[in-house]
Nanobody, 124 residues
């Protein structure tokens, strides 16, 4: 099993920046890919960004490309999401997720491990 704990969410003004963190513990050697998803009130959970845990390859949703950056610190078993130029529509609960396989998955059902989420609110 892999346990994930997110942190860093808070209230920020539009145009501002935040950095989210996700600390992994447990059987971290089994992680192939880690990702960030988000869920706004009344909406489906959507893919934000993902990263290959071994090689560091990254990919993003079109809505955040150029504004958000996913990165990792393997020594700390932590993945980050740097969010710049935030918009009110970025308001959501942000969840960290992990899966054993690699392969650029943007689908929630492919991820077996999830954190509880951290709230990001962007005011206009």
């Amino acid at each position: 099993q892999v346990q994930l704990v997110e942190s860093g969410g808070e209230l920020v003004q539009a145009g501002g920046s935040l950095r989210l963190s996700c600390a992994a513990s447990g059987r971290t050697f089994s992680i192939g890919e880690m990702a960030w998803f988000r869920q706004a009130p009344g909406k489906e959970r959507e893919f934000v960004a993902a990263l290959d845990w071994t090689y560091g390859n990254t990919y993003y949703s079109d809505s955040v490309k150029g504004r958000f950056t996913i990165s990792r610190d393997n020594a700390k078993n932590t993945v980050y999401l740097q969010m710049n130029s935030l918009k009110p529509e970025d308001t959501a609960v942000y969840h960290c997720a992990a899966r054993r396989w690699r392969g650029e998955s943007m689908t929630t059902r492919d991820y077996a491990f999830w954190g509880q989420g951290t709230q990001v609110t962007v005011s206009s």
